[in-house]
C-alpha cells in the first residue's frame, strides 16, 4: 500500500476492482465508527488526507467510502472546506425506524429460517456476550457487538438487497443510540436483553419468535427515541422518565 498521504496512489484500475472494494469497504467500516462512536462530532469538518493518515488507507478507497457515507446521510461534502459529519436528528429517526421495523422483521424471519448450524451458535454466544457487556457498562463492547448481531442477521438471511437498503438505516439508527445512551438508565441492559432474545430465536430457528423478537427490539429503540423527543438530552431527568416509563409498561 502506498503512504497514505501521497496524491497519486494507486488507483481501482491497478489493484483490480475486487482489492479496491475491499479496502472501500474498510474504509467505510472505519470512518463510520469513528461517527458512530462520536470521535468524529456532528458539525465537525475534517479532511480525506486525515481520515486516510487515521486509518492508514489511502485516500482513493476513503474519498469512495466518504461518497457512500454522505449517500447515507453521515457526512456532507463542502467544496473548499471538507467534509462535515452531520447532525444527529431525533425525529428522522423515528421515520428511519418506521422503514426499519418492517426490514429488520424480514431479515429476522429469514435468519431463523435459512441459518447454518455454526451461524446459529455464534447467535447464542452473541447473545450471551451481549449481557456481558451491558452488566460490566461498556458501550464501546456493546456497539461492536450490535454491529456483529447486525452482519449476523444479514449472513444468515441471505438475503443482499434487504442487507443493501438496510445498512444505512442501521447506522444512523446506532449513531443515534450510541451517543445518547449515557442519559438513559437501563438502556443498555435493555438492549442487551432484547438483542438476546432474537439471537436465541435464531438459534432455535424459530421463525415466529424471530419476527417477535424483532418487533420487540424496534420497539425498545422508538420508545427510546421518542423518550429522546420530549425530554432532550442534557435534561437530567430524561434517564429516570425513560425508567419510570419501563415500568409503567
Sequence with gaps: ????????????????????????????????????????????????????????????????????????????????RGIMVTEVDVKLQLYVLDVRRELERLIARRAARYALPAERERCRAVAAEMLDAARAEDGMRFMHLDQEV????????????????????????????????????????????????????????DVEAAATASDRLMGYVEAYARETLRYPFGDELSGSRLSEGRAAQ
Excluded at 474504509?27 to 469513528?34: M, P, V
Excluded at 468524529?40 to 474519498?63: D, H, N, W
Design 1 to 80: 500500500m502506498t503512504d497514505p498521504g501521497n496524491q497519486t496512489e494507486i488507483g481501482p484500475a491497478e489493484t483490480g476492482p475486487a482489492e479496491f472494494a475491499s479496502m472501500a469497504d474498510k474504509a467505510y467500516a472505519g470512518i463510520e465508527e469513528l461517527i458512530v462512536s462520536g470521535t468524529l462530532p456532528p458539525r465537525g469538518f475534517v479532511s480525506e488526507k486525515q481520515l486516510s493518515a487515521q486509518l492508514g488507507i489511502g485516500r482513493t478507497p476513503v474519498r469512495e467510502a466518504l461518497k457512500r457515507l454522505e449517500l447515507d446521510g453521515m457526512v456532507t461534502i463542502v467544496p473548499s
Design 150 to 205: 447486525n452482519q449476523l442477521l444479514d449472513q444468515c438471511a441471505r438475503n443482499p438487497v434487504a442487507t443493501q437498503t438496510i445498512r444505512p438505516l442501521r447506522s444512523l439508527s446506532r449513531r443515534f443510540w450510541f451517543q445518547n445512551y449515557h442519559a438513559h438508565s437501563g438502556s443498555l441492559e435493555d438492549g442487551a436483553r432484547t438483542h438476546a432474545d432474537l439471537m436465541l430465536a435464531i438459534h432455535k430457528g
